[in-house]
């Protein structure tokens, strides 16, 4: 027994291979998962390794069989050449995933040709409605069914390739199986379309940041649309201090918010007094979109835009109260049921993920706050404008009492001179 052992030792150490560049779909980590797990985890449809044959997701797998046959009989396109493709491909397939996929070559190429043409032509449909004339489909037919399997496809662990479904793309636009009409949308064009949300700047302010990067998969598309250009930000520096004033804080010390429209989410500025903040709309989807694209900033060695931003956030809201000021100021937008929650929910973002404070975006924002909030006249300037100028009548009423305490003043004199 002793002998054996250091044989398998040997045997585990001439068998592992070196880890891949490739890699970029992962496993969430335990620590960001046990915030959230329904964050993480498809509803609807699988895609991908990962989750295939999941609980509960086994009603759309015919559906996703009645797509590829679709595919393959309006492009002519071979289900053996494709299966053929994907096998010369399958070492790349692999490392692409962050851990070990189980399932043998014929099970995995399987599961990632039909998973991909699955996907593929749901972003068709959704740009060219025309390929839906005369047939009963169980997602455009039912317009919540589309909704949740977008969120589905936003995340981290539901993702292939991107480099297969734009294979994939090559076949339909090689048989003339995309409709025409005044240009042949990219691959890009369908991607963005289909995904296209609130959190999503316009295409044409996206378009230059996806054409010179390579798209990986989903979330690393929804993040490069976000990604600032280094004029956008300020550089990254070691953050000192974990303490922020809430909104309501600094709104005592005379701080004023802004909501600013048409940025960049991350563009917070502290200027003059006046705290501007892009517009942060709050609905079913944005949990999920945030906690995955920080989740993938977590396993990958990006800039983590999205986790400092909500970092920011989180501090600013402490209360109730702040979340009232900030969507009083139009800068929170709601769908949540009441304030408490919006709080609630707020402060559990930032729960899970790790701060990396030696390269932190908004430092200089920090210190500006900070700064202003430690000033004793900015407080007690704030308390004589909300106490008593808070309206005009309460402003008039302070100013006529004190004309008539000057009144009053001037005639003890006067009476006393008189004497």
């Known amino acids: 027994m002793g002998e054996q052992q250091p044989k398998l030792l040997k045997y585990k150490l001439e068998e592992m291979s070196p880890l891949s560049s490739q890699c970029c779909i992962y496993r ?75 399932f043998n070559e014929n099970k995995l190429v399987e599961i990632v040709m039909v998973d991909s043409i699955f996907t593929f032509e749901l972003l068709l449909r959704f740009s060219y ?11 455009f037919g039912k317009p919540w069914m589309l909704r949740e399997i977008r969120y589905d496809m936003l995340l981290l662990e539901n993702q292939i390739p ?36 609130p959190y999503i700047k316009p295409y044409v302010d996206t378009k230059k940041k996806i054409k010179h990067e390579e798209t990986k998969h989903f979330v690393d598309f929804v993040l490069k649309c976000h990604r600032p250009s280094p004029s956008e930000l300020p550089k990254k520096k070691r953050l000192e201090t974990l303490t922020i004033p809430s909104a309501t804080e600094l709104h005592q010390s005379g701080v004023e918010f802004e909501n600013v429209e048409d940025t960049n989410i991350f563009d917070i500025k502290f200027e003059k007094g006046i705290l501007k903040i892009p517009h942060f709309r709050i609905r079913g ?18 800039d983590h835009y999205f986790n400092d931003y909500v970092f920011i956030i989180d ?37 899970g993920p ?12 920090v210190q500006d706050l900070n700064a202003y909030y430690r000033v004793p006249w900015h407080k007690w300037k704030a308390s004589l404008k909300q106490d ?21 003043f001037i005639q003890t004199v006067c009476s006393f001179m008189a004497l």
Not at 129 to 139: A, C, F
Not at 286 to 300: D, G, H, K, P, S
């Open 354 to 365: 790790i701060l990396f404070s030696r390269y932190f975006y908004f430092t200089d924002l």
């Open 285 to 302: 989807s944005t949990e999920i979109f945030l906690r995955n694209v920080i989740a993938y900033e977590q396993c990958e060695h990006h």
């Open 28 to 102: 969430v980590p335990k620590r960001l998962r046990d915030m959230n797990k329904k964050a993480y985890t498809p509803q609807v449809v699988s895609i991908g390794p990962l989750h295939n044959g999941g609980e509960g997701l086994k009603a759309m797998e015919d559906h996703k069989i009645r797509y590829v046959k679709d595919f393959l009989e309006r492009t002519k396109v071979r289900m053996e050449d494709c299966l053929n493709t994907l096998k010369e491909w399958e070492t790349r397939i692999r490392d692409c995933y962050a851990e070990n996929i189980e």
């Open 388 to 408: 008593y100028f808070s309206t005009p009548w309460a402003g008039l009423s302070i100013v006529v009492a004190a004309i008539l305490v000057v009144l009053t």
């Open 129 to 139: 409605p025309t390929l839906q004339e005369g047939k009963v489909d169980r997602v």
């Open 162 to 197: 991107f480099f297969i479904l734009e294979y994939f793309y090559s076949l339909a636009l090689a048989s003339n199986a995309i409709p025409l009409q005044n240009n042949v949308l990219s691959m890009c064009e369908l991607t963005y379309n289909f995904l296209n949300s």
């Open 315 to 351: 501090r600013l809201v402490d209360t109730s109260k702040d979340v009232e000021l900030l969507v009083k100021s139009g800068i929170i937008e709601s769908k949540l049921p009441d304030i408490e929650a919006v709080a609630s929910y707020i402060n559990s973002l930032d729960s």
